[in-house]
């Protein structure tokens, strides 16, 4: 278990009351800062296990394929500020890394995650956990504040080689002015809404920039397993009395994703 910052806390009413109206929070303390080590090694240990010809952030799922991931996703102050937003009885449904190594010329257009997610209602929260520093030199995420209140934006498709997602915003949708970079300390975390428009630019600098992403919802949404039948849950807090999901085995040991979408039991041999 990596070191908690003293500074880790619960939300503040007038912090929900922000995320309700920005759609984000950002800045919050989970690890101190002498975890920066280890979740350097994290990091290093994890993806050194992809052969060369897989690309990280075209692999997902890796709270259902890896032990230490799973761990990092169940750590309670992380916890806490996702209760605090979904209450008491909320779910995992996603895991996964976004890399931009230091000039590797990988973007994240802009968009807004419920438009890939066939998820009703759409509540989820994302966390997104810094491993490294995060600032404008290395392509900190960036959020249109207030956006996930506009209901969907229009979207079209982008296949551009070094397009993350390939689902795009056009420029001319996003108010400049409200545009916001996200930029986060080694072991801090931020919060959006899947309603957010979001998105973030090349990392032209010396730097590695990386964030674990945790997806969260409450139990009473349900996945359309006709557009994603790998769909799977793992209770994260309280009851789950909806039952809306199948459920996703808790990973016993370290197993690799290779895709996007996998179902859990095609990691049980590797644990
Ligand atoms: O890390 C990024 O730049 C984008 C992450 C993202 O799109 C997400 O967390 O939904």
């Known amino acids: 278990m990596f070191k908690i910052s ?45 052969s060369n010809d897989i690309d990280i952030n075209q692999t997902n799922m ?37 890399l931009k190594e230091p000039k590797d010329g990988s973007i994240v257009p802009w968009h807004q995650d419920a438009q890939y997610w066939p998820l009703s209602p759409s509540k989820s929260v994302t966390v997104w956990l810094a491993l490294y520093d995060a600032d404008e030199q290395n392509a900190a995420m ?18 551009a080689s070094n397009f993350v997602l390939d689902q795009e915003v056009s420029t001319e949708q996003i108010k400049q002015e409200d545009i916001v970079s996200l930029n986060l ?3 801090e975390i931020s919060l959006h809404d899947d309603g957010l428009l979001h998105g973030s630019e090349a990392n032209n600098s010396n730097r590695r920039r ?57 990691f049980v041999n590797d644990w």
């Open 6 to 50: 003293t500074k880790a806390r619960r939300l503040t009413e007038e912090e929900k009351l922000k995320y309700k109206e920005d759609g984000y929070l950002t800045g919050l303390p989970v690890f101190d800062t002498q975890a920066k080590e280890d979740l350097n090694d994290l990091f290093v240990s994890l993806s050194s296990r992809l």
């Open 62 to 98: 890796w709270h259902k394929a890896s032990l230490k991931f799973y761990n990092l996703c169940r750590t309670p102050v992380i916890l806490d500020y996702v209760e605090d937003l979904l209450g008491p009885n909320f779910f995992q449904w996603g895991g996964q890394f976004f």
């Open 142 to 159: 960036k959020v249109v504040k207030g956006s996930h209140n506009e209901g969907m934006f229009k979207h079209h498709t982008n296949k």
């Open 185 to 187: 300390k080694a072991g």
């Open 210 to 266: 990386c964030g674990v992403t945790m997806r969260f919802a409450p139990v009473n949404v349900k996945a359309d397993l006709s557009v994603w039948p790998h769909f799977e849950t793992q209770l994260a807090r309280g009851i789950d009395s909806f039952k809306n999901n199948p459920i996703a085995e808790i990973p016993r040991g370290e197993a690799t994703p290779v895709r996007k979408f996998q179902y859990s039991k095609e």
